[in-house]
């Protein structure tokens, strides 16, 4: 069974960072699509970034570009998150995202069609 658990959320001021992990369990990680979405009060989910674990290719939401950083670490099975500068508008649940398609990677992010999903993490930004 597949199994996704985010961590590192939290409560920090602007311009503070954060790093979240995505500790994945229950298949095979090298040859994976992991993504990361948020979700706003009364906002739809959007897509954060991702990343292939095979060939490491990523994506970024313009909103994050150059101010969010993803990695992933094969042997731990975890993808990281690294934020930073945040802002007030990032805040959200965040959720990390699997699918056993990593040659997909671009079209699951962009119709946020993963095949499993982690149960998120509040980041919250004060301003």
């Known amino acids: 069974e597949v199994q996704l658990v985010e961590s590192g959320g939290g409560l920090v001021q602007a311009g503070g960072s954060l790093r979240l992990s995505c500790a994945a369990s229950g298949f095979t990680f090298d040859d994976y699509a992991i993504g990361w979405f948020r979700q706003a009060p009364g906002k739809e989910r959007e897509g954060v970034s991702c990343i292939s674990s095979s060939d490491g290719s990523t994506y970024y939401t313009d909103s994050v570009k150059g101010r969010f950083t993803i990695s992933s670490d094969n042997a731990k099975n975890t993808v990281y998150l690294q934020m930073n500068s945040l802002k007030p508008e990032d805040t959200a649940v965040y959720y990390c995202?699997?699918?056993?398609?990593?040659?997909?990677?671009?079209?699951?992010?962009?119709?946020?069609?993963?095949?499993?999903w982690g149960q998120g993490t509040q980041v919250t930004v004060s301003s």
């Open positions: 995202a699997a699918d056993d398609r990593p040659g997909l990677l671009l079209r699951l992010w962009v119709t946020l069609d993963f095949g499993s």
